[in-house]
């Protein structure tokens, strides 16, 4: 069974940055990307999707920089798990991963960044504040929606169950 890629791969007219597309985002979060159209599916909806198919790959072939994005989400998402491996409460939890989103983080080019050989680095200063905005507004929205995938009347639901049992890696982005 092959991973699952974005759907956004299909968009051509997106900026990328640092290898990452620019994609819209359905939020209130403020930040570079465009809001995307309240109905549709945006990537953040996609990751937590894909997130339960694409996380047991270990190798994914990458057929655009929305797959970038849909990477990085991933494995925020496995970092946000781990930080949540104690069971806490829904409002814990939300506490818990929006310190995390705003947290000092790395982007793709920071000597600190766990996938720099999948990502290419910004080329000047003002493309790194962006993919740094980017990268943060995407950081807190899924903070803000992974609890609500999560728990089920303020108790963790089979979402965060079947992923009870493993071992995530808590290594930071």
Not at 30 to 53: T, V
Request: net charge positive; aromatic share 10%; charged share 25%.
């Amino acid at each position: 069974m092959p991973a699952y890629h974005s759907a956004f791969n299909e968009l051509t007219d997106l900026r990328s940055v640092g290898s990452m597309a620019l994609l819209p985002i359905k939020t209130r979060v403020r930040g570079p990307s465009p809001i995307a159209d309240p109905n549709a599916e945006d990537i953040i909806d996609e990751a937590l999707n894909l997130f339960r198919a694409n996380v047991l790959f270990r190798n994914f072939e990458i057929k655009g920089d929305a797959d970038r994005v849909l990477i990085y989400l991933i494995l925020f998402i496995t970092e946000c798990l781990g930080k949540l491996a104690r069971n806490p409460s829904l409002r814990e939890a939300e506490k818990i991963l929006g310190t995390l989103a705003l947290g000092n983080f790395a982007i793709p080019g920071d000597a600190t960044f766990p996938l720099n050989a999948l990502y290419t680095a910004p080329t000047n200063k003002m493309d790194a504040d962006l993919l740094r905005q980017y990268v943060s507004q995407l950081r807190q929205e899924m903070a803000i929606r992974l609890p609500n995938r999560i728990y089920e009347n303020d108790k963790p639901g089979k979402w965060w169950m079947c992923f009870q049992k493993r071992k995530f890696m808590n290594k930071s982005l």
